[in-house]
């Protein structure tokens, strides 16, 4: 059982940058994907990015390519969301994952563990 907990979120200007954090209990964090996700009020859940065990291979959704980078240091067991130049359509809760597979997947089903979500809040 992996627990994750998020960390970073808050209220933010137009064009700001935020960095997310998400840290993980169990000590075998390195073997598994970590993906974030985020999700609106009544919309479905939405893939923002994925970073394999090593960190050498990651994937976004297009709309923040070039915009939000997806680390993580497997000696402090946490994953990083940086998101730069944040709009207000950025705004909602993110949620980090993590998957037991070999291959970045971009649907919520590939991922068994799940956060609490951070809440992340852009104004102009």
């Known amino acids: 059982q992996v627990q994750l907990v998020e960390s970073g979120g808050g209220l933010v200007q137009t064009g700001d940058s935020l960095r997310l954090s998400c840290a993980a209990s169990?000590?075998?964090?390195?073997?598994?994907?970590m993906g974030w996700f985020r999700q609106a009020p009544g919309k479905e859940r939405q893939f923002v990015g994925a970073i394999n065990w090593s960190g050498s291979n990651t994937q976004y959704t297009d709309s923040v390519k070039g915009q939000f980078i997806i680390s993580r240091d497997n000696a402090k067991n946490t994953v990083y969301l940086q998101m730069n130049s944040l709009k207000a359509e950025d705004t909602t809760v993110y949620y980090c994952a993590a998957s037991p597979q070999r291959v970045l997947f971009a649907l919520p089903d590939a991922y068994d563990y799940w956060g609490q979500g951070t809440q992340v809040t852009v104004y102009s």
């Open positions: 169990e000590r075998t964090f390195s073997t598994y994907i």
